[in-house]
T-cell receptor
């Protein structure tokens, strides 16, 4: 079955540590996205990538970094520079910008 | 700029109807609708495009008023499974944008 996987489902980290969230898709989609979701805030775009080895900042990119070395993979690193990293993180992919988005199950990150 | 959704929350009994609205301060070329159950990923419901084209996967209807820069999602004869948070995403021309999502409308359907 095609889809998007994110791991782990829950992640706990100490303040000041970098942490990398995994996102893999086997839908053969070109575009991939990272969103952050906080209660009452909706989905806010962190980074997106249209093709391999290229990515663009979204609305709230500060304190985050990404890479896109393979079409199937788009990992997100939450760095120590992110002041309030505790949130629900969603990865998504589409065939092309503007088309329906397929979301992964999400990773809930808690920084202690 | 983030679209505005209304109402923020709706509580219904099974079989009742609901309307969720999404309005934008910018010109609209397309509107996406998604539903998210608690702790799960959002699931695509529908895309409405300028010019009337509509693409969806479920028996849910929606309208798109380009002049008023608004879209409405119509949930008729609601079922328990309709419960969740509904998000609209608004954006530019097809194939060239990423939708900006609203804050969501929480829908609770009681037996």
């Amino acid at each position: 079955d095609g889809g998007i996987t994110q791991s782990p489902k829950y992640l706990f980290r100490k303040e000041g540590q970098n942490v990398t969230l995994s996102c893999e898709q086997n839908l053969n989609h070109d575009a991939m996205y990272w969103y952050r979701q906080d209660p009452g805030q909706g989905l806010r775009l962190i980074y997106y990538s249209q093709i391999v080895n290229d990515f663009q900042k979204g609305d709230i990119a500060e304190g985050y970094s990404v890479s896109r070395e393979k079409k199937e993979s788009f990992p997100l690193t939450v760095t120590s520079a992110q002041k309030n990293p505790t949130a629900f993180y969603l990865c998504a992919s589409t065939t092309n910008l503007g088309n329906e988005q397929f979301f992964g199950p999400g990773t809930r990150l808690t920084v202690l | 700029q983030q679209p505005v959704q209304s109402p923020q929350a709706v509580i219904l009994r099974e079989g009742e109807d609901a309307v969720i609205n999404c309005s934008s301060s910018k010109a609209l070329y397309s509107v996406h609708w998604y539903r998210q159950k608690h702790g799960e990923a959002p699931v695509f419901l529908m895309i409405l495009l300028k010019g009337g084209e509509q693409k969806g996967h479920e028996k849910i209807s929606a309208s798109f008023n380009e002049k008023k820069q608004q879209s409405s999602l119509y949930l008729t004869a609601s079922q328990l499974s309709y419960s969740g948070t509904y998000f609209c995403g608004t954006g530019g021309g097809r194939g060239s944008y990423i939708p900006t999502f609203g804050r969501g409308t929480s829908l609770i359907v009681h037996p």
